[in-house]
């Protein structure tokens, strides 16, 4: 069944990977598939499904639903996010799923190497770290949380330089005032 048509494209499910991944294990949590790109529409996706399977029973199928991640784009573009704020969403194993602003050469890449997935999500599912990224080579503050019910990371970064600017003008004027009257009390 699929909502882009009424004749949708006949698909094997065979090499899906969310379809071996059911298969191969006794799954009954939610599991995300890789972002991949639709054959309708071109746009990315990423699939977000359940196994229909149960413990007793073994695998009987999964249902899947398949989330357009430009919706996510134009969700965050009507944000008032600052101008070099990124956002991704990250699987648990550490696959890019989604990243605003759009990358298309950001999609799928894994995180499983970095600062976040090798010291930090092992023992905690929050917090705040600085780090050079990856994709824009910028050192950025990087919040990062692990949803509770669902396998997925969300890592939001915002650039050093930009954070700290409102501080730095609010040091360059305070000196400029300690300055102008340490000036005035010697004279």
Do not use: C
Not at 67 to 96: C, E, H, M, Q
Not at 100 to 108: D, K, L, Q, R, W
Not at 149 to 156: G, H, M, T
Request: hydrophobic residues 45%.
């Amino acid at each position: 069944v699929d909502s882009q048509s009424a004749d949708p494209l006949s698909q094997n499910a065979g090499n899906n990977e969310v379809f071996q991944h059911f298969r191969d294990t006794v799954d009954t949590e939610a599991y995300v598939g890789a972002p991949a790109k639709s054959r309708q529409t071109g746009n990315w996706y990423f699939s977000l499904a359940r196994s229909l399977a149960t413990r007793e029973e073994g695998f009987k199928g999964y249902t899947a639903a398949s989330i357009d991640l430009s919706y996510f784009t134009s969700v965050f573009k009507s944000t008032a996010l600052g101008n070099n704020t990124s956002i991704s969403f990250l699987r648990l194993d550490g696959i890019r799923l989604f990243r605003y602003p759009f990358v298309e050469s950001a999609f799928g890449v894994s995180f499983v190497g970095s600062e976040i997935y090798k010291s930090y999500l092992p023992n905690i599912k929050a917090g705040v770290i600085r780090e050079v990224t990856r994709v824009t080579g910028v050192e950025q503050m990087l919040s990062f949380r692990a949803l509770k019910n669902y396998p997925v990371v969300i890592l939001i970064g915002n650039p050093v330089h930009e954070i700290l600017a409102p501080w730095r003008v609010q040091a360059w004027a305070i000196g400029a005032i300690g300055t102008i009257m340490l000036m005035v009390f010697i004279a």
